[in-house]
């Protein structure tokens, strides 16, 4: 079992940069693929990114492509995203979450963090 605790959430004008980091407990982090979520208020969760468990895959979602980054620590059970060129679209809360297989789907996901809020302002 892995749990999952997101940080590095916050305000940032648009064309910012933020990095969230995710830590994770339990001996099997380096095990799973790890990946990023975000939920909109009023709107379903959607997929970020997801890196697999060497961190030799990764994958974007086209709203992200070429500013997000996804990587991986396995030394330090910890996942993160660097955010850069920040846009009010990208106001949502991120989570993280640990899955066996590298996909996009919310429901192919086992374990997920409580979430942490970023908010973009024009």
């Known amino acids: 079992q892995v749990q999952l605790v997101e940080s590095g959430g916050g305000l940032v004008q648009a064309g910012g940069s933020l990095r969230l980091s995710c830590a994770a407990s339990?001996?099997?982090?380096?095990?799973?693929?790890m990946a990023w979520f975000r939920q909109a208020p009023g709107k379903e969760r959607e997929f970020v990114a997801v890196?697999?468990?060497?961190?030799?895959?990764?994958v974007y979602a086209d709203s992200v492509k070429g500013r997000f980054t996804i990587s991986r620590d396995n030394a330090k059970n910890t996942v993160y995203l660097q955010m850069n060129s920040l846009k009010p679209e990208d106001t949502a809360v991120y989570y993280c979450?640990?899955?066996?297989?590298?996909?996009?789907?919310?429901?192919?996901?086992?374990?997920w963090g409580q979430g942490t809020q970023v908010t973009v302002s024009s």
């Open positions: 890196i697999s468990w060497r961190g030799a895959s990764r």
């Open positions: 339990g001996r099997t982090f380096s095990s799973y693929c």
């Open positions: 979450a640990a899955g066996d297989r590298l996909l996009t789907e919310v429901g192919m996901y086992d374990y």
